[in-house]
């Protein structure tokens, strides 16, 4: 019922935060009270201030979508379908199962109104890079215009047929795609950068400094934690309740499959420290936990051998779908200023990197502390004058705008096929449950495992190459 949804969603809420607070969120909270240690009590930039908040507005919309879309998904059949105004531009082909169709396309209503706005915001930025080029207000300001955009284009797409979304819906799948792929290559990233900073705040040589010993505690629970799921997994997902008969053996493979590859990369990781000093111990448990996620998440789409799913239809596996949907849109918001700090980076995409962001280019400056950075004076001139609505800020922005916006247009994607079971069929009250997703997270899982991998090994084999992680 709904209080059992709600209570699912708030359930998933919570764990997500945990999820998160083990492992990205934890770089950015230290990071920014490191800075807030060594810099004393000043306040933030103003450009700081404004960057922000801008995302957080931006965060907010895209959160405000997925609930409305998630909530009440189940219920467009029924809510709009009757309406005289809705029903013509909903209903859809007779050839399509109605109920499941006409949610899944209201689903992907959604998601193309939020992906449009994002265009429409990215494709006037392109190349902005600096507080100072007057195309930022599009990204930081002008929000009266940006908001009555957003809400006009939620109310149009109900007026446009549901073929046209569906059609749309493979276009979305491969965009959800594309945003997994850059996922892991930017996580990979990251856990690196991670280790490699928190090994110089102490120094190389001083293994008893506190970021050593967070490193060892993090690598510690991440390890046991991989290693704890791979138990539950076999307990859950190894028989089957509801037909005993049926094999299992395919799930068990991706179980041990997975065991046997994070164990390898863990071991690797210390011998490859030789040629790659930034890998280690911290970025193979990190991936480890990663990957064993991915695996549990996949496995709980399949309802062949699943006990949990068979347990109970309202309890764990509600909240198991939940964590699944929240990390999805926590990771598309948080990759989203990643993969865009990532394109920009030594100014090589999209537009030359001016001289005053040369800072916003170095890949050891953590995204909260790059944003700390001392900018320029505020253009008095300008503020004046009153000759803009937006604040008159100058320096670097510390990120590629045109694509956070691109790249949150691509996390919407990602979420939304989620939502429809990657643009499959599916029953009523049903989260990320289907074959097609099934695979594709276990796919998922082998990329992480093969890229972290080769990026290891890379070095050792490539010798005539150069490569800087």
Same mark, same amino acid.
């Given at each position: 019922?709904?209080?059992?949804?709600?209570?699912?969603?708030?359930?998933?809420?919570? +764990?997500?935060?945990?999820?998160?607070?083990?492992?990205?969120?934890?770089?950015?909270?230290?990071?920014?009270?490191?800075?807030?240690?060594?810099?004393?009590?000043?306040?933030?930039?103003?450009?700081?201030?404004?960057?922000?908040?801008?995302?957080?507005?931006?965060?907010?919309?895209?959160?405000?979508?997925?609930?409305?879309?998630?909530?009440?998904?189940?219920?467009?059949?029924?809510?709009?379908?009757?309406?005289?105004?809705?029903?013509?531009?909903?209903?859809?082909?007779?050839?399509?199962?109605?109920?499941?169709?006409?949610?899944?396309?209201?689903?992907?209503?959604?998601?193309?109104?939020?992906?449009?706005?994002?265009?429409?915001?990215?494709?006037?930025?392109?190349?902005?890079?600096?507080?100072?080029?007057?195309?930022?207000?599009?990204?930081?300001?002008?929000?009266?215009?940006?908001?009555?955009?957003?809400?006009?284009?939620?109310?149009?797409?109900?007026?446009?047929?549901?073929?046209?979304?569906?059609?749309?819906?493979?276009?979305?799948?491969?965009?959800?795609?594309?945003?997994?792929?850059?996922?892991?290559?930017?996580?990979?990233?990251?856990?690196?950068?991670?280790?490699?900073?928190?090994?110089?705040?102490?120094?190389?040589?001083?293994?008893?400094?506190?970021?050593?010993?967070?490193?060892?505690?993090?690598?510690?629970?991440?390890?046991?934690?991989?290693?704890?799921?791979?138990?539950?997994?076999?307990?859950?997902?190894?028989?089957?309740?509801?037909?005993?008969?049926?094999?299992?053996?395919?799930?068990?493979?991706?179980?041990?499959?997975?065991?046997?590859?994070?164990?390898?990369?863990?071991?690797?990781?210390?011998?490859?420290?030789?040629?790659?000093?930034?890998?280690?111990?911290?970025?193979?448990?990190?991936?480890?936990?990663?990957?064993?996620?991915?695996?549990?998440?996949?496995?709980?789409?399949?309802?062949?051998?699943?006990? @949990?799913?068979? +347990?109970?239809?309202?309890?764990?596996?509600?909240?198991?779908?939940?964590?699944? @949907? @929240?990390?999805?849109?926590?990771?598309?918001?948080?990759?989203?200023?990643?993969?865009?700090?990532?394109?920009?980076?030594?100014?090589?995409?999209?537009?030359?990197?001016?001289?005053?962001?040369?800072?916003?280019?170095?890949?050891?400056?953590?995204?909260?502390?790059?944003?700390?950075?001392?900018?320029?004076?505020?253009?008095?001139?300008?503020?004046?004058?009153?000759?803009?609505?937006?604040? +008159?800020?100058?320096?670097?922005?510390?990120?590629?705008?045109?694509?956070?916006?691109?790249?949150?247009?691509?996390?919407?994607?990602?979420?939304?096929?989620?939502?429809?079971?990657?643009?499959?069929?599916?029953?009523?009250?049903?989260?990320?449950?289907?074959?097609?997703?099934?695979?594709?997270?276990?796919?998922?899982?082998?990329?992480?495992?093969?890229?972290?991998?080769?990026?290891?090994?890379?070095?050792?084999?490539?010798?005539?190459?150069?490569?800087?992680?």
């Amino acid at each position: 019922g709904g209080w059992s949804r709600m209570s699912g969603l708030l359930g998933s809420f919570a +764990a997500c935060i945990a999820c998160q607070a083990c492992t990205c969120v934890s770089s950015s909270i230290c990071t920014f009270l490191c800075g807030k240690l060594c810099s004393g009590n000043d306040s933030p930039k103003q450009e700081t201030v404004v960057s922000r908040t801008s995302r957080l507005t931006y965060f907010f919309l895209f959160l405000v979508v997925v609930l409305a879309t998630w909530i009440f998904r189940d219920k467009a059949p029924e809510s709009f379908t009757g309406n005289d105004i809705f029903s013509k531009s909903l209903n859809c082909p007779s050839d399509t199962k109605s109920n499941g169709c006409v949610a899944r396309a209201f689903v992907l209503r959604l998601c193309f109104a939020t992906s449009v706005f994002h265009l429409t915001l990215g494709l006037p930025t392109i190349g902005v890079n600096d507080y100072s080029n007057p195309r930022v207000a599009f990204h930081t300001a002008l929000w009266p215009i940006k908001l009555a955009w957003w809400a006009i284009l939620h109310f149009i797409v109900f007026l446009i047929p549901s073929s046209f979304f569906l059609g749309f819906g493979w276009l979305a799948l491969i965009f959800g795609i594309l945003f997994i792929l850059v996922q892991i290559i930017l996580y990979i990233e990251w856990v690196y950068q991670l280790n490699e900073d928190w090994i110089a705040r102490d120094g190389a040589e001083n293994i008893s400094g506190p970021f050593h010993i967070a490193i060892m505690i993090i690598s510690f629970i991440c390890f046991g934690g991989s290693v704890t799921l791979t138990a539950f997994m076999f307990k859950w997902f190894g028989t089957s309740s509801t037909q005993p008969e049926e094999s299992c053996g395919l799930y068990l493979f991706f179980i041990s499959w997975n065991l046997i590859m994070f164990v390898f990369l863990t071991i690797l990781s210390f011998r490859a420290t030789e040629w790659v000093p930034s890998t280690g111990l911290l970025p193979s448990t990190l991936v480890a936990i990663f990957m064993t996620f991915k695996v549990l998440n996949a496995l709980y789409s399949q309802n062949t051998c699943n006990s @949990i799913s068979a +347990a109970s239809s309202t309890g764990p596996p509600e909240v198991i779908g939940g964590i699944s @949907i @929240i990390i999805a849109v926590v990771l598309a918001a948080y990759n989203s200023v990643w993969i865009s700090k990532g394109m920009d980076r030594d100014g090589q995409f999209w537009g030359p990197t001016h001289d005053s962001g040369a800072q916003s280019n170095d890949r050891s400056v953590p995204l909260v502390e790059l944003e700390a950075q001392p900018t320029n004076h505020m253009n008095t001139d300008t503020v004046e004058h009153g000759e803009s609505e937006a604040p +008159a800020l100058s320096g670097p922005v510390g990120y590629n705008v045109a694509f956070f916006h691109f790249a949150v247009a691509f996390g919407m994607c990602y979420v939304a096929m989620q939502l429809t079971n990657w643009n499959t069929e599916y029953t009523v009250n049903s989260i990320d449950k289907s074959t097609t997703s099934m695979w594709i997270k276990i796919v998922d899982s082998w990329i992480l495992s093969l890229m972290y991998g080769w990026s290891m090994i890379a070095p050792k084999v490539l010798t005539n190459r150069q490569f800087e992680y």
